[in-house]
């Protein structure tokens, strides 16, 4: 089966600073990988995705996220982090046999401090 | 807005009792999933839709059910209500994995 691990319940950083919220995988194949972001009382909002090509992907709001097979990692990224972004991240992967369903990570809460 | 549309965005109601939600995709998606996410379990795979055709189920209930349209819109049924059901319940369109998947603004379910 298809499965995505982040490793981080939470990851506090200053505004300004870089952030890495982390996440590994486990897929029989290649695999299709997606971020997306949750705010309070929201749904979850696409940033990224990861299907072919190039392993630096970039994606919204100025986020991006780094393919690297060897490592079996997706981890997201941002140069300068904004409190603004302050929310649940969660990693997926897509399972080509389970109907192309996704399977989540458990989240990550990203806490911006000013 | 995403383009997926999710009714109604609250929802309380009592134990023993039988709710419906209901996700309408975004245009040209054929594809709907549903998904739970409560505070102990994360984000929940249930049921999987395509053009009206049952694709794939996770961990659904059995008192949970749902159905997709001609229309294309989808209904999940929940009966049978238990505090445990409490939940917010998401679905998300998609044409095709490559294209990703959109996710509505989801249904709070409160069951009291």
């Known amino acids: 089966a298809q499965s995505v691990a982040q490793p981080e319940d939470q990851v506090n950083v200053a505004e300004g600073n870089p952030l890495t919220v982390k996440c590994t995988y486990s897929v029989s194949g290649n695999p299709y990988l997606f971020w997306y972001v949750q705010y309070p009382n929201r749904g979850l909002q696409f940033l990224l995705k990861?299907?072919?090509?190039?392993?630096l992907v970039k994606g919204s709001y100025g986020f991006e996220a780094e393919f690297n097979k060897s490592q079996t990692s997706f981890h997201l990224k941002k140069p300068s982090a904004l409190v603004s972004d302050s929310a649940l991240y969660f990693c997926a992967v897509r399972d080509k046999n389970a109907g192309n369903m996704l399977t989540f990570g458990g989240g990550t809460r990203l806490m911006v401090k000013p | 807005d995403s383009g997926v549309t999710q009714t109604p965005k609250h929802l309380i109601t009592a134990t023993g009792q039988r709710v419906t939600l209901r996700c309408s995709p975004r245009?040209?998606?054929?594809?709907v999933y549903w998904y739970q996410q409560s505070l102990d379990q994360g984000l929940q795979f249930l049921i999987h839709?395509?053009?009206?055709?049952?694709?794939a189920k996770g961990n659904i209930l059995e008192r949970f059910s749902a159905q997709q349209f001609p229309d294309l819109h989808s209904e999940l049924n929940l009966s049978s209500l238990e505090l445990g059901d409490s939940a917010l319940y998401f679905c998300?369109?998609?044409?095709?994995?490559?294209?990703?998947?959109?996710f509505g603004s989801g249904t709070r379910l409160t069951v009291v």
């Open positions: 998300a369109s998609s044409q095709g994995a490559a294209y990703g998947y959109t």
């Open positions: 990861y299907i072919t090509g190039d392993n």
């Open positions: 839709y395509y053009n009206g055709e049952e694709r």
């Open positions: 245009s040209g998606d054929l594809s």
